[in-house]
């Protein structure tokens, strides 16, 4: 990289807070996501607006892409550096700027973390998105990726909970989207920006809605004899007008895993179903035997039911679990992030296990029910030559499959680069041109992110919605990715 | 016109489907904000997707502005035809396309009215948004400008029901963005279009998220000696966790003007407070003598609980009299949609009544109250010279409190024609300028409904983000508007 520009972010941000050695920057060099490396010419943290804005200005000025980067915990390789580009870590930015309950508004930086934000207005109100990751994922790539979690099927995703962003777009300009106000006149850039994953700019202040916390929470978990049966209580549960806090599915291959981390006494059943309600003690208790009726009818001949907290805890910890316990029982794994309509559920787990005997790999599922989103974790060995290309093959056509039955091919982890190389089979030439469209207005050098998100990296020409090859894609590097 | 570019819509939509004689285009001069009119040159009413797309080509190839009205029942003259120019008068496309009550879906054309989308997946299911007007309004029209209604503070705004859009862009390209899952891979254009009020292009097919009924409504009205009083057990209400179905407020004005319609025996006292939960049966009984005896407590001597779905309509027919019923207390009204922080209900209330006292003339307050969203009605009298615009300024100073206190100049009725002089008092420069950019990216050439939403109209330039003097504007034409 030029040392002009090395020399440039050294002034914004103090020589402490700008890395550029090897061994610094080798914490960097990956988000959540393993398979994916890249070394960037340097990492720079700022800490205001003003230095990201500078810091942004600079690259801009260089035409050097950048990549924003929170926590790192991302799962599609969101936070991946562009090979010698700059890295922007928004870790520094962690303050709270304001808490206003009586209106149900919190305003952050982007490096706070998704637990905190629900610390700092606890326990009276608590922020709904819950990823696995909540305790170290920061707020900032939560808004980049918007991201789901457990409870998104009753609360929603973060793109329901932003009200406002200020961005720094990819040419250096400061801009306001929304604000405190649930809606806003004016076109509403905030849905567009809430997911963009670092593509459009970065966001240095963030306005998040706050709700209640709920007056009770009630959690059981159902045991039963095939996922079809537990695929059938969740629909009749969501069919009777019950909206859980959430309702999540595991199998026994996901089942056995967590239980030999999370000892919960939990039996290798086909299929464990965890329904959480929460709201006012009248409606849970009402709805809680109703949900318990339905189990037993679909099947469940086990159904137990979370005397105290401490039990909930325990629950959700094998919940959690499932990922991190994966390990345990395989070297490595590949975990996919397909949605299907809630109908299709029964089908398309079918359709997984031919696949996986077809292959003779292990597919573990663990999802999301209520909202049909799939995260089965292919496992292999990256040791043997061939597995890992083996199960990625097997993860497309699982991914293919979710498509064929109506569905998408991310439902909270985002497109990254992992999951870019599937966007085509979702979208039409012109579909992908109108995100095209958008994103030369923001972003129109191209620098913000590049590669990750579209299918291939494109440059915006003189005419907006027509563009010509990326120079990335002229020089060949865009095989990189 | 050009004669070329009517005989070309001809040949689409057919002979029996355009209008061109001024008797037959008297009915297009306005929307339902009747203070603005404009002839269009011609109004097309075409039947199919392929048919719109067709006409908005013709008329982006002859260079001629278009606009696409719905029912035309808006109230910020979003449907206003540009003078000359083409109307795309979508009543014909009122098909309804499919219904996946199972997995809460249903894919309309946008001629299809609000409250047809209900009826079409009742009584298991409704659609929530629900403005006033829902029985001729038409979808398409509450896509554009992102209706709400009674019901959004619990349940959202139309932007939160649209899960998919099919849209022909200015330039005639159709593309379709979202789908059936609630969330999709890449950039949430869905949320930019919601909204965007006919000037990114036109839905002609929409995909909508429709939920389980509620199992019970429970409805109660009570009355206050002062709005602060009423105010307060708005708040209570909401802090203590309850989310009604709807919480409206009517101050001494609307309930006269109402009564005066809906006899319903209401008391002209200084406030009524609407409250309706619903909900199961447990839920509602057990909250509604919560709400019960906050009203009581925040100083209320009169709570009248609807004891029957009769009683119950009677409540909301005097809810919805206070626009139509105003008439019959004033010759003329300017409404208004600020909305406010919920906590400065209070305080710019008051605000509202000294500028009232200030100008010598009445007016009345009809609003969402969870939402903070306030519908001022300010009275005039059209006949008595200068009244009008007497009564203009002092809306103009209503938004300017409602902006003071941290609000915004719309909260469910779009900028249209009739806000957008207010734009500039919201948003910065730059964020003007972010509009525009988006603009630019999906009507280069401003031909769709130009003139609204933005406060000077404006020509996409070479580079996306900058931009020179519209046409219109340099014609004096802009003036007109």
């Known amino acids: 990289m030029d040392g002009r520009l090395v020399a440039e972010l050294t002034r914004i941000v103090g020589e402490e807070w700008i890395y550029t050695a090897e061994h610094q920057l ?17 990492a720079v943290l700022p800490n205001s607006t003003e230095q990201v804005r500078a810091v942004v200005a600079a690259c801009s000025a260089a035409g050097v892409p950048w990549v924003a980067r929170g926590a790192g ?15 922007v870590v928004l870790s520094r930015m962690k303050r709270i700027l304001e ?10 930086e982007p490096g706070v973390t998704n637990a905190n934000v629900s610390a700092a207005v606890g326990p009276a109100f608590f922020y709904p998105p819950d990823p696995s990751s909540q305790i170290v994922c920061s707020i900032g790539g939560n808004v980049a990726e ?42 509403d850039l905030l849905g567009a920006f809430v997911g963009s994953e670092g593509t459009l700019g970065v966001a240095t202040k963030i306005w998040l809605r706050v709700v209640p916390s709920p007056e009770t929470v009630k959690t059981l978990v159902a045991f039963f004899d095939s996922t079809q049966a537990a695929g059938e209580a969740v629909s009749e549960i969501v069919q009777g007008g019950v909206v859980p806090g959430a309702i999540e599915m595991m199998d026994a291959r996901a089942i056995e895993a967590s239980e030999q981390m999370g000892h919960a006494g939990w039996s290798t059943r086909a299929a464990a179903l965890l329904v959480e309600l929460d709201g006012s003690q009248h409606e849970c208790e009402a709805r809680f035997d109703e949900v318990v009726a339905i189990c037993e009818r679909c099947g469940s001949d086990d159904v137990r039911i979370a005397r105290d907290e401490p039990e909930r805890q325990v629950f959700w910890k094998m919940r959690k679990a499932a990922f991190p316990a994966m390990g345990r029982i395989s070297p490595n794994y590949f975990v996919q992030d397909g949605v299907i309509p809630r109908t299709k559920l029964p089908e398309v787990l079918e359709r997984i296990e031919t696949l996986a005997k077809e292959y003779d790999m292990i597919v573990a599922n663990v999802f999301h029910a209520g909202d049909g989103n799939l995260h089965p974790l292919v496992c292999y060995d990256g040791r043997k030559p061939g597995d890992a290309e083996k199960a990625e093959e097997l993860s497309g056509l699982i991914i293919d499959a979710c498509l064929d039955a109506g569905g998408s091919i991310t439902g909270e982890h985002g497109v990254g ?10 979208f039409a030439e012109e579909d992908l041109d109108a995100f095209q469209r958008l994103r030369c207005s923001f972003d129109p050098a191209g620098l ?29 590097l865009a095989e990189r990715f």
Not at 26 to 42: N, W
Not at 461 to 469: D, F, K, Q, S, T
């Open 73 to 87: 915990s991302g799962l599609s390789g969101g936070a991946l550096p562009v090979e010698d580009g700059v890295l």
């Open 99 to 108: 808490i206003d309950l009586d209106n149900g508004r919190v305003c952050v």
């Open 417 to 426: 680069i992992d999951k870019k190389k599937h966007m085509p089979k979702m």
């Open 146 to 187: 918007n991201s789901g979690g457990a409870h998104c099927f009753k609360y929603g995703f973060t793109t329901n909970y932003v009200t406002g962003l200020e961005i720094v777009l990819g040419d250096g300009e400061l801009i306001t989207v929304g604000g405190y106000e649930l809606d806003s006149p004016g076109y």
């Open 26 to 42: 080798r914490t960097y060099e990956s988000d959540g996501l393993l398979q994916y490396h890249a070394s960037p010419a340097a």
């Open 448 to 476: 913000a992110n590049p590669g990750k998100l579209m299918p291939t990296p494109r440059l915006c020409g003189e005419v907006p919605g027509h563009y010509r090859e990326h120079p990335l894609e002229a020089a060949g």
